[in-house]
C-alpha cells in the first residue's frame, strides 16, 4: 500500500514537473509523503543508535552539543523518540523547502530528483539532515553578499555545527566567495584541486602530510581518529567520478545560464553560487581516500546543484539542447541513486523505508 501510494504521488509530480502552470497541492501532496516516511520510519541503519542516544542523552559524552540539548529538550517534555524524529523531519523539510522556494521558480523539479537521491539516505541520518538543512538555508543569504547577510550564514553554520560538527566544513564559503573575483585566488584554487588530486592518488604522501593534523583534531573529537585510516582500495574513484561529473554540469550550467540574457541577474547569482561551492567541495577529493563517509560533504549540496538543474533546464530553449541536458542531469541522480544507494543499501534502507513506518501503520 505504501509503494502505491508513493509512486501515484511521485508519477503525478513527474506530469506536474512538465506542464507550464504547476500544481501546488500535488507538490504538497509529495512534500507530505516524504514527511511520513522519513519521520514515521522505524527501521532503518542508525534508527536504534539514536533511539538510545535520545533516552540516555544525559549519558553521552559529545561535541555535538546543540543535539544534545535538543534531545534533552524533548525528553523532558515527555515526547517519545517516535515523536522527536517526526518533529525533526518536518522541521528539516520545511526548511528546505523555503530554501528551495528562494532558489528555484520550479520547485518540483527539484523534488523529484531529490527524492530518487539522496532523500533515502537523509532518512537514516537524520542528524546530518537537520544539519543540512540549517546549511542549505544559511547559504540563501549568500546570494545577496553583504556583512549583516555573511554575519547570519556564519551565524548559522556555527549553529548547525552543534547538530552535526561536519557543518564547519561549510563555513570558508562565505570568505571563498569574497575571494572569488580576484584571478590569483582563482589560479590558487585550481592548482589546489588538482594538487590534491595528485596527492590523493599518492596514498604514501596522503598519510605523511595528513597524520599530524588528524591526531592533532582527534584530541576534541575521537572520531577523526576513526577517519583518519586509510579504508579504501580503488572505490574512491567512483566517488572521485561522480563529484567530477557533478561539477562538469554545474560548468555546464553556468555557462547556459550566464549566456541568457533573459535571465535575471539574481538567478545569475545563485547558479555563480552553487558552482563556488562545488569548486570548493573539490578540495575534499583526497579525504576520499580515507573514508567514503567524506563524500557526504558534496552530497548535502547536491539539493542546491538540483536547483541549478532546474533554472538551467528552463533557460533553454531549444527543446532538443533541452532534453540532451535533462538525460545527463538525470544519468547523474541515477548513478548515484544506483552505486551510493541501491546497490549496497536495498535491503537495510529501500526496503524497510516502505515496510516499517508507525504513522501508516497506525490502527
Known sequence: MTYILFYTIYSLNIFNALKK?????LLLFLIIILSVLMGGNTN?????????????????VSPDIGFRVLN???NKLGASYEIFRLIISV?????????????????????LLYTIYPFMLDVVQIRNFLMTSIVIFAMTYLIERNYKNSLKFILLVVLASSIHISALVY???VFILQLNKNLLFKLFLFEAIIAG??????KNILEALTSSIFQYLANYDSRFAIYSTINTRYGYLLYWGMQLYSFVMMSWSKNIVSANRMVTDNIKK???????????MLLFLPFYVFEITYYRYARNILILNYVVNSITCYS????YKKVIYVFFVILLVLIHFYFDLYNPHSANIIDPLFKYNWILTMN
Open 91 to 111: 522541521f528539516s523539510l520545511y526548511l528546505i523547502n523555503v530554501s528551495i522556494k528562494k532558489y528555484s521558480s520550479n520547485p518540483v523539479f527539484v523534488y
Open 316 to 319: 533553454i530553449n531549444n527543446t
Open 72 to 74: 534533552g529538550i524533548f
Open 197 to 202: 588530486i595528485f596527492i590523493g592518488l599518492n
Open 270 to 280: 545563485v547558479v555563480d553560487l552553487v558552482y563556488t561551492i562545488n569548486a570548493y
Open 21 to 25: 502552470r504547476k500544481n501546488e497541492l
Open 171 to 173: 563555513l570558508p564559503i
Open 44 to 60: 532503518n541503519p542508525d534508527y536504534y543508535t539514536y533511539e538510545i542516544y535520545y533516552y540516555n542523552y544525559g549519558n553521552v
